[in-house]
């Protein structure tokens, strides 16, 4: 079955802190995976995707096919940062599997 | 460019009723998924629509269904409403619908059930 586990609900830290939001998928073929942000107040956007290899306002996240993970990390975390945070799959079935998703809360 | 829109914002039903969301895609743009957003459940999916044609759907019962017009602008009725169905509606469209493209979604409409 196709699956995203999001094990935290809620992820608070401290300004300057790192920052890793773990996900968790469960796929039989090769998924293409995706971190989506909704900060308050607006629409749910793409932060990143594994297939560009890109960093986005400094959040990277690596696909590891080996433990089926997807983190997004960040080495300082910055207020303007507080969000949820969604981790989502694609598997070629023209949908995405979302997780249940990821406060985040960036502490002064 | 206008983003995605959907309309109503928010809607009070009561509980037997049906309801008609409405979702405008970005121009250009002919693949429309719909997700139902709940605090306790995150985003699953419901259905998704290409070319008016209905590509996948979700574990939704009979009672939720679509559809895409000629423009790909989207409806989603949901009939016999239930207290459970009581979320936020989100609607996204790709300009393709592969499975890389990025989805663009609206603000979502509302949806109270009493």
């Known amino acids: 079955a196709q699956r995203v586990t999001q094990p935290e609900k809620l992820l608070s830290v401290f300004k300057g802190a790192p920052v890793e939001l773990k996900c968790n998928y469960s796929?039989?073929?090769?998924?293409?995976l995706f971190w989506y942000v909704q900060y308050s107040r607006q629409r749910l956007q793409l932060l990143l995707r594994?297939?560009s290899r890109e960093s986005i306002k400094g959040f990277t996240a690596d696909l590891n096919k080996g433990e089926t993970s997807f983190h997004l990390k960040k080495p300082f975390a910055q207020e303007e940062d507080s969000a949820m945070y969604y981790c989502?799959?694609?598997?070629?079935?023209?949908?995405?599997?979302f997780g249940t998703g990821t406060r985040l809360k960036v502490l002064a | 460019k206008a983003g995605v829109t959907q309309t109503p914002r928010y809607l009070i039903k009561t509980r037997g009723q049906q309801v008609t969301l409405s979702c405008s895609p970005i121009?250009?743009?002919?693949?429309v998924s719909w997700y139902q957003q709940t605090p306790g459940q995150g985003l699953q999916f419901l259905f998704e629509?290409?070319?008016?044609?209905?590509?996948n759907k979700g574990n939704f019962p009979g009672r939720f269904s679509g559809r895409q017009f000629s423009n790909s602008r989207s409806e989603m009725n949901v009939s016999t409403l239930e207290l459970g169905d009581s979320a936020l509606y989100l609607c996204?469209?790709?300009?393709?619908?592969?499975?890389?493209?990025?989805?663009?979604f609206g603000q979502g409409t509302r949806l109270t059930v009493v």
């Open positions: 996204a469209s790709t300009q393709s619908g592969g499975i890389s493209t990025e989805a663009f």
């Open positions: 796929y039989s073929g090769s998924p293409e």
């Open positions: 594994h297939i």
């Open positions: 989502a799959l694609s598997g070629g079935t023209y949908k995405y599997i």
């Open positions: 121009s250009g743009h002919r693949s």
């Open positions: 629509y290409f070319s008016e044609t209905q590509r």
